[in-house]
T-cell receptor
Framework: QKEVEQDPGPLSVPEGAIVSLNCTYS??????FMWYRQYSRKGPELLMY????GNKEDGRFTAQVDKSSKYISLFIRDSQPSDSATYLC????????????FGTGTRLLVSP | SAVISQKPSRDICQRGTSLTIQCQVD?????MFWYRQQPGQSLTLIAT?????????ESGFVIDKFPISRPNLTFSTLTVSNMSPEDSSIYLC?????????FGQGTRLTVV
């Protein structure tokens, strides 16, 4: 079993839809959770960063962490064609010198 | 956040040759990381580079094939040696700050 599981997609939605992207993980020691967006032929860029359980909102994006279920989500409201990218979840046990564990990424396609 | 500049952005190389990828961070960082990303795949950590010490390689990656230099706190290089078509991939450098990883734009390598 992989430490982090993520549906690879692709996930196709019409413009304006609400998108839900999810990851599950097995290591209960993970404390820091990140979502990265990667456009084709570019490096990953940090989108959202949360610590422990709870929600965090930034514009059209909401990150949700449920540590009891070992489940994290990224919601995108009013999705735009410019949101078409691959979304990677990543997690870490602490802020020290621990390498990140990445999901496989979900490819999102938002059609106009 | 850190700004990471990586070059070259892409290259096409002959098998048997070597390519050195450079990574420059706009601030001093203790640890830098080198990843490989195969098409449609997530990120695979190659090695962790600390300034002043030898790099730490992940399983499946060896120093003779992927020598790394880390001469100071803002710079690192990764060399892909004796290349074969199987080395065709995207190579990414990364730095870690407060548990969050920041990435360069990547080097797209094609070996022919």
């Amino acid at each position: 079993q992989k430490e982090v599981e993520q549906d690879p997609g692709p996930l196709s939605v019409p413009e304006g839809a609400i998108v839900s992207l999810n990851c599950t993980y097995s290591n209960s020691a993970f404390q820091y959770f990140m979502w990265y967006r990667q456009y084709s032929r570019k490096g990953p860029e940090l989108l959202m960063y949360t610590y422990s359980s709870g929600n965090k909102e930034d514009g059209r994006f909401t990150a949700q962490v449920d540590k009891s279920s070992k489940y994290i989500s990224l919601f995108i409201r009013d999705s735009q064609p410019s949101d078409s990218a691959t979304y990677l979840c990543a997690m870490n046990m602490n802020t020290g010198f621990q390498k990140l564990v990445f999901g496989t990424g979900t490819r999102l396609l938002v059609s106009p | 956040s850190a700004v990471i500049s990586q070059k070259p952005s892409r290259d096409i190389c002959q098998r048997g040759t070597s390519l050195t990828i450079q990574c420059q961070v706009d601030s001093q960082v203790t640890m830098m990381f080198w990843y490989r990303q195969q098409p449609g795949q997530s990120l695979t950590l190659i090695a962790t580079a600390n300034q002043g010490s030898e790099a730490t390689y992940e399983s499946g990656f060896v120093i003779d094939k992927f020598p790394i230099s880390r001469p100071n706190l803002t710079f690192s290089t990764l060399t892909v040696s004796n290349m074969s078509p199987e080395d065709s991939s995207i190579y990414l450098c990364s730095s870690l700050g407060a548990g969050v990883a920041f990435f360069g734009q990547g080097t797209r390598l094609t070996v022919v």
